[in-house]
């Protein structure tokens, strides 16, 4: 991947979120049987763009959601399982290096397990929102995640906020979604 703008790099970038959700549908029988596994669910790459070089986006799964991050290609990466922070418009945000299919991904994770989610629409619609707060400056997003807007931006907000306790957007970057109302 080379740092090309346009057209041919949107493109190649949503490609490689779909290769990620390619190999995490091929994982996803072996997980069916576990716990932490949302029948409601399915694999699915959102929003991956071009960031400073790189592939960002969500990629979704009945039992994460993740946030993840694609080096550019021939970019030197630090061994698997090790942390790196790595600055974005929202802040700096802690990235677990990892290897799928022998390409090196990031991985910051947002919700594990995933059955806070009653479906898909609702999983994608937090997603993309989730996206939208990482990609907006720290200034714009205000003191609260469901005040900043991200959610009414990516649609189908109303069923998000019933869904869930009102979020910082710290706490929910740290996966809050996973904890349950009084």
């Known amino acids: 991947m080379g740092a090309d703008s346009g057209p041919d790099r949107d493109a190649a970038v949503r490609l490689i979120g779909e290769a990620l959700a390619a190999i995490y549908r091929r994982a996803d029988a072996a997980m069916r049987d576990l716990p932490i596994y949302n029948p409601a669910l399915d694999v699915a790459a959102l929003g991956f763009r071009d960031v400073d070089g790189a592939a960002l986006g969500i990629v979704l799964t009945p039992w994460f959601m993740n946030l ?3 080096p550019p290609r021939g970019a030197v990466a630090p061994p ?3 942390v790196v922070p790595r600055a974005l418009p929202v802040g700096v945000l802690d990235f677990t ?4 299919d022998d390409v090196a991904i990031e991985s910051c994770s947002l919700v594990s397990p995933m059955h806070g989610f009653v479906d898909q629409q609702q999983a994608e619609s937090t997603a993309l929102a989730a996206l939208a707060v990482v990609l907006a400056p720290a200034e714009q997003t205000g003191p609260s995640f469901m005040s900043s807007g991200a959610a009414e931006q990516a649609g189908s907000a109303e069923p998000i906020a019933s869904a869930m306790p009102s979020l910082d957007r710290r706490r929910f970057l740290r996966g809050a979604l996973t904890e349950r109302r009084p």
């Open 68 to 70: 993840v991050r694609v």
């Open 80 to 82: 698997p399982g090790t």
């Open 97 to 100: 290096i990892g290897v799928l």
